[in-house]
């Protein structure tokens, strides 16, 4: 069958097996030679694409819901199939919640887990990785290996981030956080250029959630930008201004874009229209602090089904980038303009430290992240060598759960001695390079 990711770019000819049990995964794992295990396909590169096999596990459940929650110590074992939205429904009313949200709900646990997900806090919280307790990991020889930060500690972190090229994550348990509700107070304000949004984002520091959008199509103003900022409301702040408004589960999307849009219409004067009408609408809501639930707070883009086919048939490339120095930040912005890379969906993240440990290829690290979705277009990849050159220069990375194009040898430079590192995890666990990916074979990662 033809398969793709999100960003619908590859295309391949592949042998899915969806729906596989339990019982089939090792025999599938040891009789396949060359297969990678896939979540729900919301990374928008190659990473769970391979044109012998691709495994998917949604079968694979330990009960009903695929989850079990331990009120004593905080912990939920969640099979590696639920979604980040299955979880959050079933625990979120009773203001349990996941400490690292990403930017769709749709995204599995076992997809977020090898990609180490960040979210809107990571300054605060870190990245998924640091609140994961023990994972279940059925390797390539058919064993199921529990691994904690401290027993089997290689495979743990290796796996953590690993694009599931060490073993298929079946299970984990996952630290929560408990909120005292479930509803968030968001503030938003406008910034009128690069300087004041980077300045804005050191004074958010001391909320829960901060983001931002980046205008990265006005000519009139460089990087110009809308800061969300949120936290969660406390009970007396509902009570106080007479909020009676909860979100209760997720209503399905109220717009769908039902079919592949032409990529044509997706150009430099549509692309603008839509960037100044958003800055502009959201001039009204910065006054006042907004209550509002976790599903719009989250997952903007989630209320918009199918939102990837606006881009077209060709689909469209996320790049993802973390550079130490704002400087080099704004450098990146003036040049994804000058080229005229025209994206609507610059956002922009603060990472705070983040501690690495042997053979761990996650992607955060201190300083700038900043996201944007492009339509492919001809000179596209010329100029984004180039800048993964600066990125890699200034000690910066690219993030691989969205990557589909940069060449082995800048990602080398990025990653550094992680990658030797994970290369020596994978030969021990992996020595015949059963776990395999487009992704693994364009950088390199495999033995
Ligand atoms: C709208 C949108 C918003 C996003 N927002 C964020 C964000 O805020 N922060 C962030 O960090 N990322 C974000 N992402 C990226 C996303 O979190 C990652 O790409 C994630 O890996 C996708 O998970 P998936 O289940 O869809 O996995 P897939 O795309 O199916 O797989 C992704 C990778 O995970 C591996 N994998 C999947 N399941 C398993 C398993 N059981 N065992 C081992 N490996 C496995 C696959 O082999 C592959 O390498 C976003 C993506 C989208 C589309």
């Known amino acids: 069958m033809n398969i793709a990711n999100w960003g619908n770019y590859p295309r391949i000819k592949s042998h899915l097996f969806s729906n ?38 949604s079968k694979v459940k330990f009960n009903k819901k695929g989850m ?3 009120y004593i110590d905080h912990e939920l074992l969640v099979n590696s199939s639920a979604s980040i939205g299955e979880v959050l429904d079933n625990y979120s009313l009773k203001n349990i919640i996941l400490p690292v949200i990403p930017g769709s709900r749709i995204i599995s646990v076992g997809g977020a887990i090898a990609a180490d997900i960040h979210g809107k806090n990571h300054y605060l919280n870190g990245s998924l990785v640091n609140h994961v ?22 495979l743990f ?17 996952i630290r929560m956080t408990n909120t005292e509700t479930s509803v968030l107070k968001q503030q938003i304000s406008l910034c009128e250029n690069i300087d004041k949004l980077i300045e804005e984002s050191q004074n958010h520091r001391s909320s829960e959630y901060f983001s931002a959008w980046v205008d990265l199509s006005s000519t009139r103003t460089h990087g110009r930008g809308v800061v969300i900022s949120g936290n969660f409301a406390s009970a007396r702040e509902l009570l106080d201004h007479d909020v009676a408004y909860l979100e ?31 800055y502009h609408m959201q001039k009204h809501k910065r006054r006042r602090a907004q209550f509002t639930g976790l599903n719009s707070f989250f ?22 980038f973390v550079v130490p120095d704002s400087d080099v930040l704004k450098q990146i912005i003036f040049l994804v303009k000058r080229e005229r890379l025209y994206s609507t969906m610059g956002s922009l993240k603060i990472f705070g430290e983040q501690n690495r440990q042997y053979g761990s290829l996650s992607f955060p690290m201190k300083g700038y992240s900043l996201s944007m979705d492009f339509k492919l277009t001809p000179n596209l990849f010329k100029v984004l060598d180039y800048i993964d050159e600066i990125v890699a220069e200034s000690s910066g990375r690219v993030y691989l759960a969205k990557d589909s194009r940069m060449k082995a040898e800048v990602f080398r430079k990025m990653y550094g001695r992680a990658v030797d590192e994970f290369l020596e995890v994978k030969a021990k666990y992996d020595p015949c390079n059963r776990f395999n990916s487009l992704l693994a074979e364009r950088l390199c990662l495999k033995l």
């Open 133 to 154: 307790r023990c994972l279940d990991i059925l390797t390539a020889s058919g064993e199921l290996i529990t691994a904690t930060p401290k027993e089997n500690s290689d």
């Open 248 to 278: 209760t589960a997720y209503s399905n999307s109220l717009l769908t874009v039902p079919f592949y849009l032409s990529s044509k219409l997706f150009n430099h004067l549509s692309v603008k229209a839509l960037d100044r009408l958003y």
């Open 20 to 57: 596989v049990t339990l019982d089939e995964v090792p025999e599938l794992t040891t009789h396949k030679k060359d297969l990678i295990v896939r979540g729900n396909g919301r990374s928008c590169g190659d990473s769970s694409l391979n044109k012998n096999a691709i495994l998917n596990l």
């Open 68 to 70: 079990i929650y331990n």
């Open 299 to 320: 997952f903007p883009m989630d209320a918009v089904k199918h939102w990837n086919r606006l881009y077209g048939r060709r689909g469209f490339i996320q790049y993802q």
């Open 157 to 173: 972190y290796a796996t953590c981030g690993g694009m599931g090229l060490t073993g298929i994550i079946v299970s984990a348990g």
